[in-house]
């Protein structure tokens, strides 16, 4: 099926958005690890699962709509020196995830494309839960102290 105009233009943007935030999960995962948070690197873990589900389906649908998927470009990986870098770092591109798609979904009712707009409004009910799971941690820091909960963070 052919595309809407600059449909597959959002969706590569979406791609390379996903993309990255993989590559950040990943990142941020092996870090926690390695400081010994063992429980934030299972959840920064389940968090890149999810990030693969929603790039493999919008590459999915890209096909489907006869265009070429770029799987080669990246946004710039970030990391940290604390865990609350990390988090702030991840909100941040989470909410710039929720910016993109917002815009994408408004485009695809614009031209008519309502199969893209649903893969996108489900896309966009994960990435509002990441921003409030990061949100949730970033709040119970200042109200229990970093120590508090860093100490909870050693197991799974
Ligand atoms: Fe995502
Ligand atoms: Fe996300």
Redesign the pocket.
Known sequence: MKAKEGVLDLLQKVVTL?LT?IHHYLLHAAVCDNWGYERLEHELHE?MT??IA?VSKVIDHMLYLEGAPDVQKLGVVQSGESVQDLFNVDLK??QE?VKLLQEAIAHCSMVGDFTTRHLLEK?VV??E???DWFETQLRTIKQVGVENYLSEQIKK
């Open positions: 996903e935030a968090r999810e990030e929603h591109l989470e995830d896309m994960d990435s839960e990441h921003i």
